[in-house]
């Protein structure tokens, strides 16, 4: 299947066909938009890891007085709501317009995130500390890069091969200690 481009009033983004056939069903993978400064993309990553560094020194602070599990639910009711607020205030129109394979992807998203992700960070935190716990979790990227490649059909180039190796060696010194 040839890619094809969708056209709204305020974005343009350009698919392609995936394939998930032992979940049953194919989707489109959204490419940056054409017109995406990468310099937005990258301050909003960087806000991103700004905000995963401080969720990880709070946790820290939290579950010295209560369980990691405990922390990990009263987080995710605060960020439910708060997010909620903010993506409803800011294009309410769009959750309802969403492709119906959207809905399993973005399940599994989220409980990858929010079980796997949060309420592991959480007790891994509280066993051997924010410091320990953070380059370890910082591995992420490794994980999202497999995936994109094997499942998305995006490209490995060479800054990216680089800051991989960087990442395992990091983690390398971490756990020597």
Do not use: C, W
């Amino acid at each position: 299947m040839a890619p094809t481009e969708h056209t709204s009033s305020s974005r343009s983004s350009i698919t392609s066909p995936l394939e998930f056939p032992q979940l049953g069903f194919n989707v489109g993978v959204v490419r940056a938009n054409p017109g995406t400064p990468f310099v937005t993309g990258v301050l909003l990553a960087l806000s991103a890891a700004l905000g995963f560094g401080a969720t990880a020194f709070f946790a820290r602070l939290s579950i010295e007085h209560m369980r990691p599990t405990t922390g990990t639910l009263v987080s995710l009711v605060v960020g439910v709501v708060v997010t909620s607020v903010l993506a409803l205030s800011i294009d309410g129109t769009a959750f309802l317009s969403l492709d119906s394979a959207a809905y399993p992807l973005m399940f599994l998203a989220g409980f990858a995130s929010f079980v796997g992700g949060r309420l592991l960070n959480f007790v891994a935190v509280s066993k051997i500390g924010v410091s320990r716990s953070s380059p370890i979790v910082g591995a992420s990227p490794l994980i999202a890069t497999a995936l994109a490649v094997l499942l998305a059909g995006e490209s490995l180039n060479t800054p990216i091969i680089v800051g991989t190796i960087a990442i395992i060696s990091g983690i390398a010194i971490v756990l020597r200690q």
